[in-house]
């Protein structure tokens, strides 16, 4: 078989492997602490939803490295999201939760970064606000650590500082909707599939960084991600 152009493949490295972790979707979680629910607004146990991003979102940042991220077009107001990343090893569909951890290949800790100005402008207009989520490098991630090496994740520190002060610092164990919650409830939405990244959602504390800030985020058991704001 043969191209109009070679294909980019998004991937990200694998803890104590040659192999890569090939990336196909990414899935992420939104609203789902009960305090970053509050802080945008929103209060309860809503049932979960979803947006997507292109899996050439990924600005991978190998361990002991900061990574850089040009700050995106169109926005004055980029807000950092730290959260844990199940990569789907085994695909599925109407996957139980007491199953999912059957198709989890490991856990990264992953940004997601949010042009939170266009995201309001297009939740006011009722419009798709894909714009505000999907856009170049908007999802940096670390290595994936393979579940067996990763720890407890349910009850994982998570936390987030920026330019060496407290931004966010919670526990996975608040999460409203757990892992295995959330795969279920993705995976009767779409069929999973090996490559596929499930960022699992952020605690409170989401603000805006500028240009030549430092982030440094991470979840215990899985490590750390520095990313430099260009």
């Known amino acids: 078989m043969s191209y109009v152009f070679t294909p980019a493949i ?8 040659a192999e890569r972790f090939p990336v196909r979707r990414i899935y992420c979680v939104g609203r789902n602490y009960v305090e970053h629910a509050k802080e945008m607004g929103f209060t309860g146990r809503e049932p979960p939803f979803f947006f997507l991003k292109p899996a050439d979102a990924v600005l991978v940042v190998n361990n002991g490295e900061t990574g850089t991220m040009a700050y995106p077009s169109l926005t004055s107001n980029l807000h950092h999201e730290i959260e844990l990343v199940a990569a789907i090893g085994t695909g599925g569909k109407n996957i139980k939760a007491a199953d999912a951890k059957k ?3 490991g856990y990264a800790v992953g940004l997601d970064m949010t042009r939170r100005d266009l995201q309001g402008e297009m939740k006011k207009l009722g419009r798709p606000w894909d714009i505000g989520k999907g856009f170049e490098q908007s999802a940096p991630i670390g290595p994936v650590v393979p579940a067996a090496q990763a720890g407890d994740v349910e009850h994982a520190g998570i936390w987030l500082q920026v330019n060496g002060k407290d931004r966010q610092r919670s526990d996975l164990s608040k999460l409203i909707w757990n892992i295995g919650e959330i795969i279920e409830h993705l995976s009767a939405a779409w069929e999973l599939q090996p490559g596929d990244l499930v960022f699992t959602g952020t605690p409170e504390g989401v603000a805006a960084v500028v240009a030549g800030d ?7 058991g899985v490590g750390e991600l520095r990313v430099r704001i260009a």
């Open 10 to 17: 998004a991937s990200v490295p694998v803890v104590g492997r």
């Open 103 to 105: 198709h989890i290949y």
């Open 214 to 220: 430092t982030l440094v985020g991470g979840v215990a």
